[in-house]
C-alpha cells in the first residue's frame, strides 16, 4: 500500500463477474476501492445479498463454468460498462499498490500481466486483473471476431493481429504490463495490482490469505497452481499442518495422508 492520495479514475469503472467465492470477490473489490475513487464499482452475479455500501450489485444469470464466464465476458461485459475504461478482476487479484499507477495506461486499450510462457511478442496478457477500454470491448462483438476459451489468450493471441488491423486495438508492451499487473512472473518486483491465488500470500500474509481460503465455496481452480501456492506458504509460514490441509482439500485424502506421512505427522492435520 502507499502513503500517496488515494487515485482518482472517473473513467474507469472497476466491475468483477462471478457467481462463486462471492464473499471473497467482494473483499477483491473493496481492496482495490481502498486505493482507487472508480467511475463506477459493479458486481455481477446471480448471488442475492444485502446491498454493498459503494458496490452496486448487478443482476445476471448463473456463471456455470470457466468457458461460460469467457463468453460472458466478450459478449455481455460491455453492457455493464458505461465508462471508458473497465478494470477487470476476480476473486484473487486487486488493486495493491496506488502509487504504481501511470496515466499512460489509459493509451492502450489492453493491458494484462505478462505471459512469460509465450517468446512471440504475442504475451500480454492475463484477464483476471486487467484494463479494458470500451473501443476493444466493441471490437469483441464484432461478427469476425474469433470467440474461444479462455478470453484473455481469445483476446490476447487468437485474434490479437485482426485486432490491432481492423479495429486499431493498442496492446501494452511486455515491460509497461509489468508494471501495471503480475501473475506468472514472480520476481520482486512491484506492480499497481496482482492476480494469482499464489500472489496472494505475498500481498496479503500467510494470516490473511488462509481467512479468504476458509471462505471459498468453489477451489478447484486452485489445483492448478497448488504446488506453487504451496511454495508460497512455505516460505511465508512455519506451520506444515495447514499446507498439508491444502493438498487434502484440493487432491484427496490420500494425496494428504502421503504428505503427512513424509512429514512425520500423525493423526488429522
Not at 495506461?105 to 504475442?122: E, K, N, T
Request: with cysteine.
Amino acid at each position: 500500500m502507499s502513503d500517496t492520495p488515494r487515485l482518482s479514475l472517473p473513467s474507469v469503472s472497476l466491475v468483477a463477474v462471478t457467481s462463486v467465492n462471492v464473499e471473497a470477490t467482494i473483499g477483491a473489490l473493496r481492496a482495490s476501492m481502498r486505493e482507487v475513487d472508480f467511475g463506477s464499482i459493479k458486481l455481477l452475479t446471480d448471488m442475492l445479498g444485502a446491498p454493498l455500501d459503494g458496490i452496486e450489485r448487478v443482476p445476471i444469470a448463473p456463471i456455470r463454468s470457466a468457458s461460460a464466464y469467457s463468453r460472458f465476458i466478450l459478449h455481455n461485459l460491455l453492457d455493464h460498462v458505461s465508462t471508458d475504461f473497465v478494470l477487470l478482476i476476480q476473486w484473487d487479484g486487486f488493486v495493491i499498490d496506488r502509487a504504481l499507477w501511470e496515466d499512460g495506461f489509459l493509451r492502450y486499450d489492453y493491458i494484462g500481466a505478462p505471459w512469460p510462457q509465450f517468446d512471440d511478442g504475442h504475451d500480454v496478457g492475463n484477464g483476471g486483473f486487467s484494463l479494458r477500454s470500451r473501443k476493444l470491448l466493441e471490437a469483441c462483438r464484432d461478427p469476425a471476431f474469433r470467440p474461444s476459451h479462455p478470453e484473455d489468450v481469445a483476446i490476447g493471441r487468437v485474434n490479437r493481429r485482426w485486432l490491432e488491423t481492423a479495429h486499431g486495438i493498442r496492446f501494452a508492451d511486455a515491460a509497461r504490463a509489468r508494471r501495471f499487473s503480475k501473475e506468472r512472473d514472480l520476481s520482486p518486483s512491484s506492480s499497481f495490482g496482482f492476480h494469482g491465488v499464489f500472489n496472494m500470500v505475498e500481498a496479503l500474509g500467510p494470516e490473511e490469505f488462509w481467512r479468504i481460503y476458509a471462505s471459498l465455496d468453489e477451489r478447484r481452480g486452485i489445483s492448478r497452481d497448488l504446488f506453487l501456492l504451496a511454495r508460497q506458504l512455505k516460505g511465508a509460514d512455519a506451520s506444515s499442518r495447514k499446507r498439508i490441509r491444502l493438498f487434502r482439500d484440493l487432491m484427496g485424502d490420500k494425496i494428504g495422508s502421503a504428505l503427512r506421512r513424509r512429514l512425520g505427522r500423525r493423526g488429522p492435520p
